[in-house]
């Protein structure tokens, strides 16, 4: 089972950027389809982009435009460049496995990386 550690949060004004990174153990990375989540304080848990081993991206609604979803299956490492960040962009952000249809393979987390969006 691949384990994943998420880095790069931090305090951003709105308007700012920042990139997240989400390192995997084990050497099947480039075979997985993998994905970020955030959950916001009193949310649910969503899924805000994913990507297949193919490189293929799909992203939420609400980040369209904003955000950009990518992998460097040669580091073992996805990342997501998030800009033009809102306050409602403010969660912890995680990564995870996910099948070709989007489902949670493991539902088991890291720590995750909080992101907060605000002056």
């Known amino acids: 089972q691949v384990q994943f550690v998420e880095s790069g949060g931090g305090l951003v004004q709105p308007g700012g950027s920042l990139r997240l990174s989400c390192a995997a153990s084990g050497s099947s990375f480039s075979l997985y389809n993998t994905a970020w989540f955030r959950q916001a304080p009193g949310k649910q848990r969503e899924m805000v982009a994913r990507i297949s081993h193919e490189g293929r991206t799909i992203y939420a609604d609400s980040v369209k435009g904003r955000f950009a979803i990518s992998r460097d299956n040669g580091k073992n490492t996805m990342y997501l460049q998030m800009n033009d960040l809102k306050p409602e962009d403010t969660a912890v952000y995680y990564c995870?496995?996910?099948?070709?249809?989007?489902?949670?393979?493991?539902?088991?987390w890291g720590q995750g990386t909080q992101v907060t969006v605000s002056s």
């Open positions: 995870n496995e996910v099948n070709v249809f989007g489902a949670l393979v493991y539902d088991r």
